[in-house]
Each structure stands twice: as C-alpha cells, then as structure tokens.
C-alpha cells in the first residue's frame, strides 16, 4: 500500500512540473518564431520548413548569390538575378539558406553584381515560399528592405587555411616594418614562370567555377572562353595590376610575369586602364559596367577592389630591392608615372576592407603556391596583416 503511495505521489509531482512547463515551453517558442508578416517575419529556417507556396515575409542575412542548386558564390557575382539569405551571416552550408528569386523591378537595387555591398546585411523580402534552383526559395517577391545590422568586423578577419601550415612562422606576432621584413622573406625567391607561360597558368588560376571552359575577366566580370586570349577586339589579354611601367619591369621574368599581380582581362578595357593608379571616382566605363576612370586614376567594379588591395600589396611585399631586384611601394599618391609607386594607399586600404576574402581568390592563391610559384600572397591568408603594416 506505502509503495502504490509512493508511485501516486511521484506521478502527482511529475504532472505538476509538467503543467508549469508547458506554457514557459510554449512562450519560448513562439517568442522565437514569426508569423510570416511584415512586422514579425519568418527566419530562414522557418521559410525551409514551410515552402508551401505562400506569401510570407522572411528576414535574414545576404550570404551570396545562387547558381545551382548546390552552389552559392560569395564574389565575383556573375548578374543581380538572386541572392542567398540565412539565419547567419557567416553560414556556408546551403540545406540553411533560402534561394531569393530578384524580380526585374529589384534588381539594380538588389542584386549582387550591382550592390556587393549587401553581403552580410539584414533583409526582409515579401514573396512566394516556393522552389528555386530545386531549393527551398522565395520568389515573385514584392517587397525588399535593408534593415541593416551586419556584424562584419571592420577588418576583415582571417580564414583558416590548413594548407599553410608554418609557412607564416616567422611573421607570427610582428607588425610594422619588421612583419613587413619577414613575409618578404618568406615568399621572396618564387619559381619564376615566362611571360609565355602565364597565358597556360591564368586559365587555371582564373577559371569559371561555374565553366571550366572560361576564364573570369577581372574589370568586366565577363565570363569568357579560355582560348579567346590575344589583342583583338573582345579578346582577353594579360593585366599587369601592378601597372609594369611604373618600375618599368615590363614582362621580364619576375615582377614582370608574377600570377599574384596578372590577371585576365578584356583587350579594350585593359587599354584603358594603362598604367593609372587605383582611387575612387571619374567616369563610367562604356564597357566595363561599375569601373570608373579619369586621367590619373582607375576604380574597379566592388567586386573585385579587395583583389586589386590584396595584389599591391603583394607586390610591395615581394619586391623589395634585394636581389637585383626593383624596391616597389606603395604611396597616397596618384600619377606616379615611371617611379616604382603604385596608389593610393589610403584608398587601397578602404577597398581591402569593403571587400572581403572570397573563395575566387583562396582558390587563386593555393593554385599559384602548388603549381606554379610556390609562393602565396600573404594578404589573402591574413587580411588583418595590411593593417598591421600600413595604418
């Protein structure tokens, strides 16, 4: 009979716990979870979990743009099409992200291509919880608004890379002119390519991911055949970022035809280009869209300013006039003309900050270390190293 009391009781008190529970459990969930309207949005895990063809509201972080179904690309964005939202900002597993459809209406203010700003922003769409890409998706959207709220550092920060190993040991823990010192010790003397060479070297570093067929252009973004290089109208032809006149290495074997700094670009546009230093402003390209001139200076597309910051910077690091070799460095100034100068500074600076890392250019740099130069650019593996130097 003390027994069967015994269970009551201990059932009694577990009912009881149960009742008060319930409704704290409850609270905690719906506190959580939208409605799917304007003012109380869905997250994207539950816009995931509910693609049944209704209109509903989500909010949730700008993570890149979507190509397939399984691929979303954090740079180099091919149009303003679509774009990729997560609950984090910093997510790179797609099964958590929700594949935006842009209508045509949104797109120039929207779209990746236009506004690469966008990545890591907090936004609410209106649309259909329908499949994009065979993903889960939100299309024919009627409302978009930017609500801000990106918790990028103003550095970039570094990713980890497994493949470096120590090869930044000795750079570990200085800064200013002595960390200066120790990575141009660590990738000075690269296994040097000819000038010849670099056209079979840039069709891998600089492949389409999404076309193994094409080589990306870097002012106009333009995917483009691999075979199409040469000097006529809209073929691609070898861009000297560091311009070769200002030093005036040319294409010797060296700075002349070093991949960290040689990119594939349009004929036309890198005409145009010449040997101007990097700031911001002038006028449009006709047609390099969002690449901007004057007569002292050129400013890339977005996309890309990062990848012209981080390859100056390089270049100043690798080449410091021993050696043999031309002493290039970076200065606030444009119109350096012959000078081993390349700016401006100030302005470099800005752009490695507004445009992060990307996966285009971790590729880039492991494919030069393991193919062709052995040697890395410093700046892509840590970001943070431009500040420690220059500011």
Same mark, same amino acid.
């Given at each position: 009979m003390v027994k069967n009391r015994n269970v009551c009781l201990l059932f009694s008190w577990i009912l009881i716990v149960f009742i008060l529970i319930q409704p704290l459990? /409850?609270? #905690?969930? =719906? @506190? @959580?979870a939208g409605d799917g309207s304007w003012s109380t949005p869905y997250s994207v895990s539950q816009a995931i979990s509910n693609q049944n063809n209704s209109t509903k509201t989500v909010q949730g972080y700008v993570v890149g743009q979507p190509t397939s179904t399984t691929t979303v690309l954090t740079g180099s964005f091919p149009n303003d099409y679509a774009l990729a939202i997560a609950d984090n900002a910093n997510e790179t597993n797609t099964a958590n992200m929700i594949y935006v459809q842009i209508p045509t209406s949104f797109r120039s203010s929207y779209g990746l291509k236009s506004n690469p700003s966008l990545m890591g922003e907090s936004v609410k769409i209106t649309g259909a919880l329908s499949a994009y890409f065979s993903h889960p998706g939100l299309k024919n959207s009627t409302a978009f608004e930017v609500m801000g709220g990106s918790p990028a550092d103003p550095e970039p920060t570094p990713t980890p890379n497994p493949s470096t190993g120590a090869y930044y040991d000795a750079a570990i823990g200085k800064t200013g002119a002595a960390l200066k010192s120790a990575l141009h010790n660590i990738i000075d003397d690269h296994t040097e390519i000819s000038y010849s060479n670099v056209w079979t070297a840039l069709r891998e570093?600089?492949?389409?991911? =999404? =076309? /193994?067929? =094409? #080589?990306? +252009? +870097?002012?106009?973004?333009?995917s483009q055949s691999k075979f199409t290089n040469g000097g006529n109208v809209n073929d691609w032809n070898r861009e000297h970022v560091w311009a070769k006149s200002h030093g005036g290495f040319g294409t010797s074997m060296g700075a002349g035809t070093d991949l960290h700094h040689l990119r594939p670009t349009d004929v036309s546009v890198n005409g145009t280009r010449s040997n101007l230093d990097f700031d911001n402003g002038g006028n449009e390209h006709s047609e390099a869209s969002g690449n901007y001139y004057d007569s002292d200076s050129w400013e890339p597309r977005d996309s890309v300013k990062g990848d012209v910051a981080r390859m100056l910077f390089y270049m100043a690091v690798r080449y410091e006039g021993d050696s043999g070799e031309l002493d290039l460095e970076l200065n606030n100034q444009v119109n350096n003309g012959t000078a081993p100068y390349h700016g401006k500074l100030s302005v470099l600076l800005q752009w490695h900050k507004q445009d992060p890392v990307d996966n285009f250019e971790r590729t880039r740099n492991e494919i030069i270390y393991t193919d062709y130069q052995h040697n890395r650019n410093p700046f892509i593996d840590h970001p943070e190293w431009a500040s420690a130097i220059w500011e």
């Open positions: 459990q /409850s609270t #905690v969930t =719906n @506190a @959580a570093t600089d492949e389409d991911p =999404n =076309n /193994s067929n =094409n #080589v990306i +252009l +870097l002012y106009t973004g333009r």
